[in-house]
């Protein structure tokens, strides 16, 4: 239930209700962001996308205590001569929409780049000449590789934090070649991200920019088969909660060795609340949002969802619990990985005082949860019925 009391923002001062577009309000990070303003803010949210499943539960039914301060707009930004109404009608615009699954990027590439950029361009457009602030979800892949991957092996500098840790204002952008497809999405993201800098810089567009480090949680993408394609191939969380909830083993791309910090989609989420509500703080920064102390390799991950699971399920973990593969047979060709993403945490805390809490195994012991009740009994019978006909 929202609360009444007035809220302050980190300068003591009270922070007026607002009216907020959230393009891409249907998806994983707009379902937990709309969740979170409609049970603790009196915020006003607009809310575009194709799909709404995953707010269903904030629209319906009519008695719910944010009635009248959540609307869906059923809008395909690509061609919608009403987003640019919105857009005015609100205070605040902030674009999630994308498509930003890596399965995409080397076997979809136009449409992730005109996902990322072309249909991003009208929205910073509306922005910029209405005056209007902007927050824009980027992502920590504009970093690309690491300085240190290109260190030989044996190199004592791979170990020196300078060669690796992520700086939104220092470190440089490395993407591989063009036939490596991987990078159509991070570099379609980077352009966008300078367009809306020279917004800022020549036009004084109001504009922060996120670039989330591997934010993960319940309602993340979809389990295959189950509500989403058979054939589809999600973000490695719900890839490793499917083999989970199905017995079969996780599979290692390239043996599993690249390295990501995860972090806690209610952690981020307190991060972008305060974007929201301290613009002065905000305004003209880009942001990383991750957290650092949570870093794995891709087969750490995998041995610790084998472990949580089998406490939440109940159920002891297969003999084999995984098994390496090709990227090429994973993703097909021209695929690419990044090595290893550290945030820098220094511009987030010094503009906002943020840092994240959730460990790794705390909150992959809360999403598993969620997913083994959300899906095991779906998967059981979707696994029973082939042999039942
Ligand atoms: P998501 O796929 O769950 O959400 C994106 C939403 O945008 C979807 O609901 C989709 O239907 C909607 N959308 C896409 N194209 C649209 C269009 N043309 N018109 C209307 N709606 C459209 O993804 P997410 O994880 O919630 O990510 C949100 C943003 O954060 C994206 O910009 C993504 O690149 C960025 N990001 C997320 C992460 C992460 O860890 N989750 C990491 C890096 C970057
Ligand atoms: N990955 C994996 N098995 C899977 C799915 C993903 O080994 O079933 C790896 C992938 O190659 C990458 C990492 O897990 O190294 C994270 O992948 P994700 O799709 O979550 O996105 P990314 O962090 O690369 O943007």
Redesign the pocket.
Known sequence: MASSAVRLDLDGNPIPAITICM?????????HLCEKLMSETQHKVLA????ND?IKHLLEPDSLPWNGRIQFHR????N?SRLEGLVKMADLTI???????PADYNTRPLDTIY??FI?ALPVVKYCSENNKRLI??????VYGKTIGSYLPKDSPLRKDPAYYILKEDESPCIFGSIEKQRWS?ACA?QLIERLIYAEGAENDLEFTI???????GP???FIPGIDGPSEGVP?VLACFSNNLLRREPLKLVDGGESQRTF?Y?KD?IEAVMLMIENPARANGHIFNVGNPNNEVTVRQLAEMMTKVYSKVSGEPSIDSPTVDVSSKEFYGEGYDDSDKRIPDMTIINRQLGWNPKTSLWDLLESTLTYQHRTYAEAVKQAIAKPLAT
């Open positions: 393009i891409g309000a249907g998806g994983f990070i707009g379902s575009v996308d194709v799909y995953k809008i395909n930004i690509k919608d674009n999630l929409a994308a498509i930003c699954t996902s990322n249909d824009h979800f980027s992502t920590c892949e999405y993201k996120v670039r989330p480090f591997n934010w993960i309602r993340m993408d973000r972090i989609i981020a």
